[in-house]
């Protein structure tokens, strides 16, 4: 069984750059035609999807936040980590790290239990 783990700072002052990292157990962030991706939700709104990084280490990016946002991966550690930088308190959300196979944009079969992160000074 896949399980993912959000890990992170859950206080970051604004301009300052917030970084989360998602370990994954039960199965491989290299396993082919897998993508892993970063998804939050503020508080009283819906999910927004913040990017994604593949199996082949190719990165994709919301067009919103594609200026901010930077994924990136650790193989030896099968962890996988976003970081969104100049935050302000509007990326106060609760963070989700996820994952799912097939053609991309893939449906996520996987899901960590989310990290909630402050922006505030």
């Known amino acids: 069984q896949v399980q993912l783990q959000e890990s992170g700072p859950g206080l970051v002052k604004p301009s300052q750059t917030l970084s989360l990292t998602c370990t994954v157990s039960g199965g491989s962030i290299t396993t082919n035609y897998y993508y892993w991706s970063w998804i939050r939700q503020p508080p009283g709104k819906g999910l927004e999807w913040m990017g994604a990084?593949?199996?082949?280490?190719?990165?994709y990016y919301s067009p919103s936040l594609k200026s901010r946002t930077s994924i990136s991966r650790d193989t030896s550690k099968n962890q996988f980590t976003l970081q969104l930088s100049s935050v302000t308190p509007e990326d106060t959300a609760v963070y989700y790290c996820a994952g799912g196979g097939g053609t991309f944009p893939v449906d996520d079969d996987y899901w960590g239990q989310g990290t909630q992160v402050t922006v505030s000074s």
């Open positions: 990084i593949a199996y082949s280490g190719s990165t």
